[in-house]
């Protein structure tokens, strides 16, 4: 795992339950700001369930992906914590 994924992950971590940030703010809260595209690499390929992946969207307010059951299990889960779409 690379310096920049395990940052990622540590952002995405510290996401609270009903919260959600978007891949480009936690690319400068990583420290690479221009690497938001990256980060939903990332996201694409975590499987570990203490990464939150699920609340991280893309800048114009849209799901993105989600590797664990789509888009829809994706805003059931955001909607369950609380997050309004």
Known sequence: ???????VKDVVRK??????MTYS????A???PKA???VANIM???FDPDVPCHRVIR???????????G???????LKKEGVVL
């Open 71 to 77: 888009v829809e299990v994706k805003k059931q889960i």
């Open 36 to 38: 938001a595209r990256a």
């Open 44 to 46: 694409a390929k975590n």
């Open 59 to 69: 800048t114009d307010g849209s799901m993105g992906g989600y590797n664990r059951g």
């Open 30 to 32: 990583a420290g690479r």
């Open 15 to 20: 996401i609270p339950k009903g919260k959600v």
């Open 25 to 28: 703010e936690v690319a400068v």
């Open 1 to 7: 795992m690379t310096e920049f994924t395990t940052k």
